[in-house]
């Protein structure tokens, strides 16, 4: 299998995004990511777009074709294929992107990852991401995914003794960070008597403990290591990249605050890489709720099981500390459009090892690593990255 | 790259099937497969799920997970990757199954392919349907399929002088081939006549020239070529696996009745196998209307433009004919689910290679191929096997 390096990410802002469609966020991250690897677009071989749910958003499918269709791609008959594990469908898309280099069948990809939320009602957007879980034995229960995590928090407070502030806590280092992200959809800080008194959605989570509702999109461009260097100066390697999967429905888990395809995931990307834990510089996971970033820290290896609550009250998971977690602002204050998620932390990531972080740069970051659930933890997709 | 083959096939019975639901019909389909394989379930190492639109038929994104559970794959935590490209979305599953195994990345993979499009009312299947077109510049003017393929028939007719006649022949081939396929939807034989009279949809198609609504799955396992002897004697080799993109709208094609994606993608799959037109045994084309046919056999370049009507009418594409095409009674006879039908059209072409396909058996049938079409053309796999 040849090396793969990353030579150009492009990114939306994400917000509501009223004077944007679909398309536009995802040729737009697709443009800036070919300008940013300072290639023509004809040099792209094939395509891979990660989508959650546009049948639902935007009565649209086919979003491989459409896609490069508008990015002027599709003169060239490029294979492109639209991938979807719901939250998870970035990291899908940059996996088989990867593997399509990896297997020396292509030379050059593009990978991005789009969602168009705010296009349909706030009921219908919710009953479209309750498609992430078990429509038959989740979904027609009525249990929403505020309601899945929710009880993963119970579970999760009821066995470590998490406190309630530890909780928010990760959401005031998530709008810090995001307050120093210039695309972040909340740029502003919060703190912790604030998460505490916003309303409550599913108890223990309030509002501050939710990821918003986005739309945005993120692209990335990957080519062989030989190639890399015709592109940058700066090629960011790709030392692992895997997949797992576990049980759709929570209550089929044998423990609901342990993400075992975290696990198999985390477990399979260090072997891959020949890494240790603490070889990681910083790390972007899945903060989709407060409770998932502390789930996913322990999950991945990085604390023990019921120490990640501390972890982050000690500051060791804030921009200065030992283990920075989600320097974007995480799914919480960067903003969730949940398709481009996955593409989205590869391009934090790629930003820190470059150097180019802005306000938000971790000193001499050297390897990073990202985080990408669907659902409850059904599928799960790490990366592993090093500034070659 | 490594050399990769077909070792288990497995289909539902194609129909209006009531009692199944959408993951009961993937998972017999899969199961069926590990069974003609000979192997466990725990050998499979990955999987990819073609599935257009189960967001908008059974409200369920996520299919990955969902499949990769519910056929007990979930507890070795093994990648499950859904792909889309409307009514290519199993082309685009088994393609990357393919490459999967050819890199070396792993050796048994199962892809499989499922809709379930009947639980919801006709005009929601036809609006779902929709959005494997341009949702902004087709759908939202009240294009659907059939009056997209009618203007492809009437600008065919128009320049080649195609008779309705020569149409409804595709009709009446495709059901006498269905009536001899025991999965079939239809198997039952219709005339010309029949044809002629049946209602008016889009002129000049009538409801036989169009494929039906249809619930079903079909799987089949890869694995390497080396692994392959370990479970058959009769390897099925996957000489080519291709995929092009073309315009998402119809409109903004140089021509209308041509695709271009399938005259790339062809071209792509015989330079891949280093075969000629002449070789290719038996085919399984895209026949979402019957017009699609004809525009199928010579963009691959099994006819000459213009040519493919009479082609049909002199028995040419018939059992006994020169290129016998769908077999199974393709998607007109046979069904058309829509995320399954690219993994049907490999469990036909395996079938007929091992000289499995009773009935309508091709006597010595050692090469064939499969063309696989999302929406109007916009996504084209295509694939060559041979019996190894």
Same sequence: chains 1, 2.
């Avoid at 349909?120 to 505020?146: H, I, K, N, Q």
């Avoid at 960070?177 to 309030?206: C, F, H």
């Amino acid at each position: 299998m040849r090396e793969v390096a990353v030579v150009g990410i492009g990114l939306t802002e994400f917000g509501e995004k009223w004077d944007s469609s679909f398309r536009e966020l995802c040729v737009e991250a697709g443009a800036k990511a070919i300008e940013d690897a300072g290639m023509d677009g004809d040099q792209i071989q094939e395509m891979f777009v990660g989508n959650m749910s546009g049948g639902r958003f935007v009565l649209q499918e086919h979003i491989g074709a459409l896609i490069a269709d508008y990015s002027g791609l599709a003169t060239n008959h490029i294979p492109s294929t639209r991938t979807e594990a719901a939250c998870a469908s970035g990291g899908l898309a940059f996996r088989q992107a990867v593997n399509t280099i990896a297997s020396g069948s292509q030379d050059i990809v593009i990978a991005a990852g789009v969602e168009k939320m705010t296009d349909v009602s706030g009921g219908e957007t919710t009953d479209a991401l309750a498609g992430a879980a078990d429509r038959e034995w989740e979904g027609m229960y009525g249990v929403t995914f505020p309601g899945l995590y929710a009880m993963i928090a119970v579970d999760y407070m009821h066995k470590y003794g998490l406190t309630r502030e530890q909780l928010a806590q990760v959401a005031v280092k998530n709008h810090y960070n995001g307050a120093r992200n210039p695309i972040a959809q909340y740029r502003k800080e919060i703190t912790v008597d604030a998460v505490m008194k916003s309303t409550l959605v599913a108890d223990p989570l309030r509002l501050l403990d939710c990821s918003p509702v986005t739309d945005g999109a993120a692209a990335v461009i990957l080519c062989s290591m030989e190639k890399a260097k015709e592109f940058t100066d700066c090629p960011i390697k790709v030392l692992a990249s895997t997949q797992a999967t576990d049980t759709i429905s929570l209550h089929d888990r044998r423990d609901i605050s342990t993400l075992d395809a975290t696990i198999a995931a985390a477990d399979r990307a260090f072997k891959m890489a020949k890494l240790e834990r603490e070889d990681i510089d910083l790390v972007e996971v899945h903060d989709c709720f407060t409770i998932a970033e502390l789930c996913a820290i322990e999950d991945m290896g990085f604390c023990k099981k019921g120490e990640a609550g501390k972890f982050t009250e000690e500051g060791e998971t804030a921009l200065g500390g030992k283990l920075p977690v989600n320097t974007s602002g995480g799914l919480k204050a960067c903003g969730h459009p949940v398709g481009a998620t996955g593409i989205k932390q590869v391009c934090e990531v790629v930003a820190q090892l470059r150097g180019e972080a802005g306000k938000r740069q971790i000193d001499g970051a050297e390897i990073g690593m990202t985080h990408n659930v669907g659902g409850t933890g059904a599928t799960v997709v790490t990366n592993i990255f090093r500034r070659a």
